[in-house]
């Protein structure tokens, strides 16, 4: 994403990411510690366990517990763009969390408006 960003030769501006599926969200996190993500992780599972007797499991029980977690983060975000960078904070990294067990095929959609 940083180097398509760079490609744009867009000084200002801002970028809107859309991550296209309802079972992985986007995050701006803390980007220091690997221990965030893991507790990041830890928490949502806990909002929205495994085995809760969920109707939706046609993709298996990781399915329906995927969606929610979903819904608790965000699947859009906006971040301005000030001289060709992300204007994230010292301890701001972009994150697309992944919510199923297995490793998925994603796609985030980028729209960038600026000069």
Do not use: K
């Amino acid at each position: 994403m940083t180097e398509w960003l760079r490609q744009q030769a867009v000084r200002t501006g801002l970028l809107t990411l859309f991550c296209r599926h309802t079972s992985a969200s986007l995050l701006v996190q803390e980007n220091a510690s690997p221990s965030a993500r893991r507790d990041l992780e830890r928490g949502l599972a806990r909002l929205a366990p495994e085995g809760d007797g969920y109707e939706h499991d046609d993709e298996g029980p990781d399915d329906m517990p995927a969606h929610l977690r979903a819904m608790l983060t965000q699947t859009s975000l906006a971040i301005p763009v000030i001289d060709g960078e992300l204007a994230l904070g010292t301890w701001q990294g972009v994150y697309l969390f992944e919510h199923r067990r297995g490793p998925q095929r994603r796609q985030v959609a980028l729209h960038l408006i600026g000069e």
